[in-house]
T-cell receptor, first 114, second 113 residues
Framework: AQSVAQPEDQVNVAEGNPLTVKCTYS??????LFWYVQYPNRGLQFLLK??????LVKGSYGFEAEFNKSQTSFHLKKPSALVSDSALYFC????????????FGSGTRLSIRP | DVKVTQSSRYLVKRTGEKVFLECVQD?????MFWYRQDPGLGLRLIYF???????EKGDIPEGYSVSREKKERFSLILESASTNQTSMYLC????????????FGPGTRLTVT
């Protein structure tokens, strides 16, 4: 069965420093991977996805994610964090039995201190 | 822009009541989803629909039912609300049968007392 794991419940970073939010996955077949963000009191927003091709995927708000097949990871990164990046981040993977369904990780709360 | 709206942001109901949560999307998407979000558990899929009048159970369908009579509208029904159904409920939609991203509504925070 497909699954994703976000090993950190919380990540704390100083503004201006690079940030990484970790995600590992387990799938049968080719992975289709996603990152979503949830700002306070708002619904989830799509950030980026990996389907195929370049291992470095660029998304919204300056975020990027690196797909690593050998380590089965899809970590979210940003070179310079902003206080406004503070939010809850979810990694997700497509369910192989249904192209429309995706499975979400438990979420990582990112806190950027000024 | 895709817009997914949910009928209520906050809802308080009593145990045993029948509860209706409504979701409407305006982008002619084929797929619609209902999730519940609980701290530390992420999002868990309750039901989804890939076409009008079609539905499939997700991971936690017990205690819930759904209705999709029109393409743009997907309703979640709690037949007899219980306190363990207190949660944030999120509706989403996506197009087609490929791995397209999902678009989410703002959520309904339901409290069952």
């Amino acid at each position: 069965a497909q699954s994703v794991a976000q090993p950190e419940d919380q990540v704390n970073v100083a503004e201006g420093n690079p940030l990484t939010v970790k995600c590992t996955y387990s799938v049968s077949g080719n992975p289709y991977l996603f990152w979503y963000v949830q700002y306070p009191n708002r619904g989830l927003q799509f950030l980026l996805k990996y389907i195929t091709g370049d291992n470095l995927v660029k998304g919204s708000y300056g975020f990027e994610a690196e797909f690593n097949k050998s380590q089965t990871s899809f970590h979210l990164k940003k070179p310079s964090a902003l206080v406004s990046d503070s939010a809850l981040y979810f990694c997700a993977v497509r369910e192989s039995s249904s192209a429309s369904k995706i499975i979400f990780g438990s979420g990582t709360r990112l806190s950027i201190r000024p | 822009d895709v817009k997914v709206t949910q009928s209520s942001r906050y809802l308080v109901k009593r145990t045993g009541e029948k509860v209706f949560l409504e979701c409407v999307q305006d982008m002619d998407h084929e797929n619609m989803f209902w999730y519940r979000q609980d701290p530390g558990l992420g999002l868990r899929l309750i039901y989804f629909s890939y076409d009008v009048k079609m539905k499939e159970k997700g991971d936690i369908p017990e205690g819930y039912s759904v209705s999709r009579e029109k393409k743009e509208r997907f309703s979640l029904i709690l037949e007899s609300a219980s306190t363990n159904q207190t949660s944030m409920y999120l509706c989403a939609s996506s197009k087609g049968q490929l791995a397209y991203e999902q678009y989410f509504g703002p959520g309904t925070r339901l409290t069952v007392t």
